[in-house]
């Protein structure tokens, strides 16, 4: 991996933990988070030791506190909408094949809960605090908030976060569906790590088939998403690892896949 400055990268096993790392800025998303988030995310996409990514923040106080404000101050309209188009990281997570959960140490704001929303698995302490307060900026959100929040916890909820740009608690947001699950801060890496070794030892290619096909069931009709799916699921029988499940299903043993 290439040495990065505002994020590190630390593989364990067949799981990589994306660490953002501006603590003194609550971990705020700079454009240098971005632009390495994304080439980070290149080399990981790439590396087949690589099976499920785990994304946080550094430090007790903060996941991600949004955007960076202080770039805000002489951004045009184009360059905004060059930096959006262009890849971002929301994008780059969004696209990403292998499985990514978010895992919440903190405040969870903005740009923060659009990042952790571009994940697939949210799992929080509970000292997080989650928000879209760009209202109070006089702006709204960019990164995919008024889009993912939406589909994630209904209309009326997410009306709500975006028109106050209130915070809500752990709790609420577990109780919304906007987080899988809270473990007390002692466990939460415990908790995320089993989970991600659980996902790592499945299939890698019905996992980023199964992605896209749930992914695609926010982006789509009913019968178009009902379609993609045959299609992807036929695609599973292609894989060596579907006749290695299927035979060690029937020989009573643990499969091994491949990847392939
Ligand atoms: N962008 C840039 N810097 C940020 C930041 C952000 N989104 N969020 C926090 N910081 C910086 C603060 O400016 C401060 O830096 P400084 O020590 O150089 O002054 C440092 O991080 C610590 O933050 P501070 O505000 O002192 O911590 P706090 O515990 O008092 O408050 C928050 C925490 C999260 C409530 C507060 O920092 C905040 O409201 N941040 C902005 C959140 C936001 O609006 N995000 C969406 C942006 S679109």
Redesign the pocket.
């Known amino acids: 991996m290439a040495n990065y400055e505002t994020i590190t990268i630390e593989k364990r096993g067949a799981v990589a933990v994306l660490t953002i790392n501006r603590p003194?800025?609550?971990n705020?998303l700079s454009s240098s988070v971005h632009a390495e988030g994304v080439a980070a995310l290149d080399e990981l996409r790439a590396d087949k030791e690589v099976r499920v990514l785990v994304i946080t923040g550094s430090g007790e106080?903060?996941f991600i506190?949004?955007?960076?404000?202080?770039e805000?101050a002489d951004r045009t309209p184009v360059t905004q909408r060059q930096k959006f188009y262009e890849r971002s990281l929301f994008n780059s997570i969004d696209s990403f094949p292998k499985p990514v959960i978010a895992m919440v140490n903190g405040?969870c704001?903005?740009?923060?809960n659009e990042l952790a929303m571009a994940c697939d698995v949210r799992i929080c302490s509970p000292n997080a605090k989650f928000s879209q307060?760009?209202i109070?900026?006089g702006?709204m959100p960019g990164g995919g908030g008024t889009q993912r929040l939406t589909r994630l916890i209904g209309e009326g909820r997410s009306m709500e976060m975006m028109l106050t740009g209130d915070m809500i608690d752990a709790e609420t947001a577990h109780k919304f569906g906007l987080v899988n699950h809270v473990y007390n801060a002692d466990e939460l890496e415990t908790k995320t790590m089993e989970m991600a070794n659980k996902i790592a030892e499945k299939a890698p290619i019905a996992l980023a088939l199964c992605k896209e096909a749930v992914k695609f069931a926010s982006r789509s009709n009913l019968d178009e998403g009902l379609r993609r799916e045959v299609d992807l699921f036929a695609i599973c029988f292609s894989t060596e690892d579907k006749t290695e499940g299927v035979s060690a299903f029937l020989e009573k043993r643990k499969p091994v896949f491949k990847g392939k």
Request: aromatic letters at 8%; a negative charge.
């Open positions: 003194d800025k609550l705020a106080k903060s506190a949004g955007a960076d404000i202080g805000f405040f704001l903005g740009g923060g307060p760009e109070n900026l702006i």
